[in-house]
């Protein structure tokens, strides 16, 4: 149930919001936790249908689960108990849906359930790795370290995805201008000209006449086109989302040339670290390796590391299948690997394999940024070059007569 509420802080300055609760002496129980004295408390009114918020838009982001277990921790070291720090945490929470879940997982604290089964109950916000360390924390009575760790794990994830994306943006752009300038070249510019080169008598160079026959067939065809676009647009949307889809996919991505590798390098460092982090957290190696597959984020890795899953409970080494894929894991990773099973610090290995390749990944980003800029200048130049020679080809002709 939703709340509207009006309360004075500690400095008597007036706060108007709204607080959700299993009923309304919950919610002033959760306001007075919060070091607010209520004035009006009522039950909030249904809304109409065009006033709902749209949850499609409330997702909850890497950040704010980063900031929830960063905030979840402190509050916890502070000695405040885990109940109140949820409730807290609820109240200021901003994302409407992300609010709801915490208020869920603070009833389910209340009612006597442990922390990492409340996590389990949204499973599509906390990940396997998650609720995994949460559990760790809470059997060995270090819950605020996992969870301290848990918020720093997700900020190196977050500034790697970002890293990764941020440089996607620069070619994505130049992209999507690039098309909008041949759009106005080829439905304005073209029909313009082509009017007064026809109109000279002349025979039209060959480069000519097919940017005119491109243009005439875009302007009388663009249905078909964006019909064509909408059918394979919608087929390739529910094909992705197959498992024979997402493999064929997930394996062209490391397939190209330049992306390929970098992407390699982010899922191997992935890798690596949740593995290093549940391996020292005490979970056993065979259920760390299947939460590593679960979270490594790409089908082919997933299948190698059940893969090596299978082979561990039959008492053979990590290592050993990492040797039979050398294209997805590198003799540098499988020798750092091999190194920590046989010394006993498979943790300690894993994670100078991290701290490298977190190295290589910012080295490729930069690198790929420094190749990827000039050729898309030259590509776009080649292809506006183009557009602007058939134009200027006949009128060179006649000047020449």
Same mark, same amino acid.
């Given at each position: 149930?939703?709340?509207?509420? /009006?309360?004075?802080?500690?400095?008597?300055?007036?706060?108007?919001?709204?607080?959700?609760?299993?009923?309304?002496?919950?919610?002033?129980?959760?306001?007075?936790?919060?070091?607010?004295?209520?004035?009006?408390?009522?039950? !909030?009114?249904?809304?109409?249908?065009?006033?709902?918020?749209?949850?499609?838009?409330?997702?909850?982001?890497?950040?704010?689960?980063?900031?929830?277990?960063?905030?979840? !921790?402190?509050?916890?070291?502070? /000695?405040?108990?885990?109940?109140?720090?949820?409730?807290?945490?609820?109240?200021?929470?901003?994302?409407?849906?992300?609010?709801?879940?915490?208020?869920?997982?603070?009833? /389910?604290?209340?009612?006597?359930?442990?922390? @990492?089964?409340?996590?389990?109950?949204?499973?599509?916000?906390?990940?396997?790795?998650?609720?995994?360390?949460?559990?760790?924390?809470?059997? @060995?009575?270090?819950?605020?370290?996992?969870?301290?760790?848990?918020?720093?794990?997700?900020?190196?994830?977050?500034?790697?995805?970002?890293?990764?994306?941020?440089?996607?943006?620069?070619?994505?752009?130049?992209?999507?201008?690039?098309?909008?300038?041949?759009?106005?070249?080829?439905?304005?510019?073209?029909?313009?000209?082509?009017?007064?080169?026809?109109?000279?008598?002349? /025979?039209?160079?060959?480069?000519?006449? %097919?940017?005119?026959?491109?243009?005439?067939?875009?302007?009388?065809?663009?249905?078909?086109?964006?019909?064509?676009?909408?059918? @394979?647009?919608?087929?390739?949307?529910?094909?992705?989302?197959?498992?024979?889809?997402?493999?064929?996919?997930?394996?062209?991505?490391?397939?190209?040339?330049?992306?390929?590798?970098?992407?390699?390098?982010?899922?191997? !460092?992935?890798?690596?670290?949740?593995?290093?982090?549940?391996?020292?957290?005490?979970?056993?190696?065979?259920? !760390?390796?299947? %939460?590593?597959?679960?979270?490594?984020?790409?089908?082919?890795?997933?299948?190698?590391?059940?893969?090596?899953?299978?082979?561990?409970?039959?008492?053979?080494?990590?290592?050993?299948?990492?040797?039979?894929?050398?294209?997805?894991?590198?003799?540098?990773?499988?020798?750092?690997?091999?190194?920590?099973?046989?010394?006993?610090?498979?943790?300690?290995?894993?994670?100078?394999?991290?701290?490298?390749?977190?190295?290589?990944?910012?080295?490729?980003?930069? @690198?790929?940024?420094?190749?990827?800029?000039?050729?898309? %200048?030259?590509?776009?130049?080649?292809?506006?070059?183009?557009?602007?020679?058939?134009?200027?080809?006949?009128?060179?002709?006649?000047?020449?007569?």
């Amino acid at each position: 149930m939703k709340f509207n509420y /009006q309360a004075r802080d500690a400095k008597g300055q007036t706060q108007i919001g709204q607080v959700e609760a299993s009923s309304q002496d919950a919610a002033l129980e959760v306001l007075s936790r919060s070091s607010l004295y209520v004035t009006l408390l009522e039950e !909030a009114a249904k809304k109409p249908v065009y006033a709902k918020r749209i949850s499609f838009f409330e997702k909850v982001s890497v950040k704010d689960v980063m900031l929830f277990s960063r905030q979840l !921790a402190i509050m916890f070291k502070s /000695q405040v108990s885990l109940l109140e720090a949820l409730r807290t945490l609820a109240v200021q929470t901003k994302n409407q849906s992300f609010k709801e879940k915490i208020f869920d997982m603070a009833e /389910q604290v209340e009612a006597g359930t442990p922390l @990492s089964q409340a996590l389990a109950l949204h499973s599509a916000i906390f990940s396997p790795f998650y609720i995994a360390m949460a559990k760790s924390g809470e059997a @060995s009575g270090t819950l605020a370290k996992s969870l301290e760790y848990l918020a720093d794990h997700l900020s190196r994830e977050y500034e790697l995805t970002s890293r990764v994306r941020g440089a996607l943006v620069y070619p994505a752009f130049v992209v999507a201008v690039a098309f909008l300038v041949l759009f106005l070249m080829m439905f304005f510019v073209i029909p313009n000209m082509t009017k007064v080169l026809e109109g000279l008598g002349q /025979q039209l160079p060959l480069l000519t006449r %097919i940017v005119i026959s491109t243009a005439d067939f875009l302007r009388s065809k663009w249905w078909l086109l964006l019909l064509l676009l909408a059918l @394979s647009g919608t087929f390739l949307f529910r094909y992705v989302r197959t498992p024979e889809g997402k493999r064929f996919l997930n394996s062209a991505f490391l397939s190209f040339p330049l992306l390929g590798p970098l992407l390699s390098m982010v899922y191997l !460092a992935r890798f690596a670290e949740n593995l290093s982090t549940l391996v020292a957290g005490g979970i056993p190696i065979v259920q !760390a390796l299947d %939460i590593t597959g679960s979270v490594v984020g790409n089908t082919v890795y997933r299948k190698i590391i059940s893969e090596a899953r299978d082979e561990v409970k039959k008492g053979r080494n990590i290592s050993e299948v990492l040797q039979r894929h050398p294209k997805e894991f590198p003799p540098l990773f499988t020798q750092m690997v091999l190194v920590g099973e046989k010394s006993g610090t498979l943790d300690t290995s894993l994670l100078n394999i991290v701290e490298f390749y977190q190295k290589e990944v910012a080295r490729t980003v930069d @690198s790929f940024l420094s190749l990827i800029e000039p050729m898309l %200048i030259v590509v776009l130049g080649l292809m506006i070059g183009g557009l602007m020679a058939s134009v200027l080809l006949p009128l060179y002709q006649i000047s020449a007569l």
